[in-house]
């Protein structure tokens, strides 16, 4: 049973960085793409990183291009989102996501509907 995990979510000033995790558990992380979304209150999900299975390549919402960072360690069972120069318009609660891809592939996507399982989400707050 595939299992995701959030954490490092909170509150940071505008500027500030934060380092989200996404830890998996119950199935091999290699042979998924995660992708990272959020939701803001009233809005829709948003797409905003996603890093193929391979590890070599990676997409990033316009939004966040230059800010946020993915990144993943198969061996650990985990895909981080390191965010930088944070804005209060990043004030949402996000999630990780994974779907099941053939091999070692270098694909990603930032549509909610590719991906199969998700996490419970962690709040992010940026306000002074």
């Known amino acids: 049973q595939v299992q995701l ?7 940071v ?3 500030g960085s934060l380092r989200l995790s996404c830890v998996a ?3 091999t992380l290699e042979y998924f793409a995660i992708g990272w979304f959020r939701q803001a209150p009233g809005k829709e999900r948003e797409g905003i ?9 990676t997409d990033y919402a ?9 990144s993943r360690d ?4 985990t895909v981080d989102l390191q965010m930088n120069s944070l804005e209060p318009e990043d004030t949402a609660v996000y999630y990780c996501a994974a779907v099941h891809v053939a091999g070692y592939s ?3 996507t930032l549509s909610s509907k590719n ?3 998700w996490g419970q989400g962690t709040q992010v707050t940026v306000s002074s």
């Open 13 to 15: 000033q505008p500027g």
């Open 5 to 11: 995990a959030e954490s490092g979510g909170g509150l």
């Open 62 to 70: 316009d939004s966040v291009k230059g800010r946020f960072t993915i």
């Open 115 to 117: 991906y199969e399982s």
């Open 25 to 27: 558990a119950g199935f």
């Open 49 to 57: 990183s996603s890093i193929s299975s391979s590890n070599l390549r």
């Open 106 to 108: 270098d694909y990603v």
């Open 74 to 77: 198969n061996a650990k069972a």
